[in-house]
């Protein structure tokens, strides 16, 4: 009998991590920022933020002048960072607008970490 409680009370805990991973919202969200974002360590700081916040993904220049990248994580954290991207930047940067586009939920990450592509 204590064999059958133990078995019950692992297989519980065991549903009840699994939903909570499984109930996780992760999204994914292509982004392009305009204005003076290029010299001004604007890929950096990007990639310092993303990290803070435990996102996932990558940025780079663009030959038009803009930071273009993608950013996976949970759903609060993105939004964090869209924020972060259309306010604050680099401390150099001067922001004239952010576009995001494609912004899907996604079940899991498909990169492991946040890179800085380069040209």
């Known amino acids: ?36 974002v290029q010299g001004v360590f604007f890929r950096k700081y990007t990639k310092e933020q993303a990290e803070k916040l435990g996102l996932r993904g990558w940025c780079k220049n663009t030959s038009t002048g ?18 972060w991207l259309k306010t604050t930047g680099s401390p150099s940067s001067k922001i004239e607008k952010c576009e995001f586009r494609n912004q899907i939920n996604i079940d899991d990450y498909t990169f492991n970490n946040f890179e800085i592509h380069r040209d």
Do not use: C, Y
């Not at 009370?9 to 003076?36: H, P, Y």
């Not at 930071?67 to 964090?80: F, S």
């Open 66 to 83: 803009t930071v273009l990248g993608r950013m996976q994580g949970p759903t609060d954290k993105v939004e964090a960072m869209m924020h």
């Open 1 to 36: 009998m204590l064999r059958v409680l133990i078995l019950t009370a692992v297989a519980a805990t065991f549903r009840s991590n699994f939903a909570t991973v499984a109930a996780m919202n992760f999204k994914s969200v292509d982004f392009e920022v305009f204005g003076r």
